[in-house]
């Protein structure tokens, strides 16, 4: 991982927020498909080697990105799953409207601290 892909990572981590967890009325995603709270880091990093390999080395993303927020899930991404490995559960890539939530959610708590602490200080 690059310098900036760490920095990122690290934002998104420390200001994903509680309300990342929560159900949401706009982005209501089936749970299978989304990291749990613990996975966050490791859902991250496995966003950026898929874009990095998608980007650098010419390779396709999985499926299980174009799963959105309607009622239907592409069969090629239901065949993506694979939610059992010899090292334990793995769920899949996290979907692209999943992770426009996060960096979302992610941006509007750190501008929300810094107002808050902001007017704290007046």
Request: aromatic fraction near 10%.
């Amino acid at each position: 991982m690059s310098w900036a892909t760490k920095k990122f990572t690290k934002f998104l981590v420390e200001n994903a927020g509680n309300n990342l967890w929560e159900k949401d009325d706009l982005f209501q995603m089936d749970q299978l498909f989304c990291p749990k709270q613990n996975e966050l880091e490791f859902a991250i990093r496995r966003i950026y080697a898929a874009r990095g390999g998608a980007t650098h080395g010419g390779r396709t993303y999985p499926p299980s990105v174009a799963i959105g927020i309607g009622p239907t899930v592409p069969v090629d991404a239901l065949l993506d799953l694979n939610l059992e490995t010899v090292e334990g559960p793995l769920t899949p890539i996290p979907p692209i409207v999943w992770f426009e939530r996060l960096v979302s959610s992610a941006i509007n708590n750190f501008v929300r601290e810094i107002a808050t602490n902001e007017i704290h200080e007046q």
